[in-house]
């Protein structure tokens, strides 16, 4: 059971436009949303994340939208570059002290193109 | 990746062999986790750690096992390898568990034959 489902599988965008990257979840005790971004033949790397009791985050470029009431949240990534290649992954988490750890969706590989 | 480092990078086995994974760590961190990244499945936790000898499963445990003896290292076994078990393992470090931000090592390709 998928509990983070996130859409689409891939992305090609042009240089300059905006990319889009959702994810919805079931479990409702999720309470912080972060993204990591991957670049081919590394490991993941935060890249910004959100609690529930705000709709929207925004670093530089790249801006959380959160939708608590519809279950979901989305990265955008503004005039995106060709450096923002890369694979991307939201995740949930819900419990805190020893059991905290990140639920994972799918992963999304984004191609940015001159 | 600074502070992390997973060994090997790259692993060959065959069907039916034990295989341990490591992974170590400079920053005192807490919690440690394993991952495996598959294509179409994200990446999925296998088991983690909150301190010396205190871990848990995660959401595919069946067939590995893991050990930490001491605050900077993290093994991950095979008890016994099958072509199913094939993938990219990262491990993960973090302060204070999810809310801390994970760091992530840079992998280890292993190939199960």
């Known amino acids: 059971q998928q509990q983070v489902k996130q859409s689409p599988q891939s992305l090609i965008v042009q240089k300059g436009g905006i990319s889009i990257i959702n994810c919805a979840y079931e479990?409702?005790?999720?309470?912080?949303f972060p993204w990591y971004q991957q670049f081919p033949g590394k490991g993941p790397a935060l890249l910004i994340a959100?609690?529930?009791?705000?709709s929207e985050k925004k670093e530089g470029r790249f801006t959380i939208s959160f939708n608590k009431s519809a279950k979901q949240f989305s990265l955008h990534i503004m005039d995106s570059q060709p450096g923002d290649s890369a694979t991307y992954f939201c995740?949930?988490?819900?419990?805190?002290?020893?059991?905290?750890?990140?639920?994972f969706g799918t992963g999304t590989r984004l191609q940015v193109t001159l | 990746d600074a502070g992390i480092t997973q060994s090997p990078r790259h692993k060959v086995t065959e069907t039916g062999t034990p295989v341990t994974l490591r992974c170590h760590q400079t920053e005192n961190h807490r919690y440690m986790y394993w991952y495996r990244q598959d294509p179409g499945h994200g990446l999925r936790l296998i088991h983690y750690?909150?301190?010396?000898?205190?871990?848990d499963k995660g959401e595919v445990s069946d067939g590995y096992s893991v050990s930490r003896s001491k605050t900077e290292d993290f093994l991950l076994t095979l008890e016994s390898a099958t072509s199913s078990q094939t993938s990219v393992y990262f491990c993960?470090?973090?302060?204070?568990?999810?809310?801390?931000?994970?760091?992530f090592g840079s992998g280890t390709r292993l190939t199960v034959v």
């Open positions: 750690s909150y301190g010396v000898k205190d871990t």
């Open positions: 993960a470090i973090s302060p204070q568990g999810a809310l801390g931000g994970y760091t």
């Open positions: 479990n409702t005790a999720f309470d912080y």
């Open positions: 959100i609690r529930p009791d705000v």
């Open positions: 995740a949930a988490s819900t419990e805190t002290g020893t059991a905290s750890k990140l639920t």
